[in-house]
């Protein structure tokens, strides 16, 4: 399984970005597709979390901000991130969970500030 991750990049405090993750390869199945994000000098973390049928989990500091979705025809996630926080800045983490391993995007860098 190969991530290809984008549309990191730098937005002011308030502002939007979305980012995109499509899982290609020979596969059979991806049971979830999630984000995590790694801050510098913090461990990494849960962002959202999505199933394939269509759970969502959100870490608590993103709900009502952050939206999770996914396109299953193209085993593609999204991140849609509204009303950024300067604490947002991290390098952000494509997860796919086709089981029993865990893939893991390249990250995309996202920088919040003024």
């Known amino acids: 399984v190969r991530l290809q991750a984008s549309g990191g990049g730098l937005a002011q405090p308030g502002g939007s970005l979305r980012l995109s993750c499509a899982a290609s390869?020979?596969?059979?199945?991806?049971?979830?597709m999630g984000w995590y994000r790694q801050a510098p000098g913090k461990q990494r973390e849960l962002v959202a979390i999505?199933?394939?049928?269509?759970?969502?989990n959100y870490a608590d500091s993103v709900k009502g901000r952050f939206t999770i979705s996914r396109d299953n025809a193209k085993n593609t996630v999204y991140l849609q991130m509204n009303s950024l926080k300067p604490e947002d800045t991290a390098v952000y983490y494509c997860?796919?969970?086709?089981?029993?391993?865990?893939?893991w995007g390249q990250g995309t860098l996202v920088t919040v500030s003024s």
């Open positions: 999505i199933t394939s049928a269509g759970s969502t």
């Open positions: 390869g020979a596969f059979f199945g991806i049971n979830a």
């Open positions: 997860l796919t969970i086709v089981a029993p391993k865990d893939y």
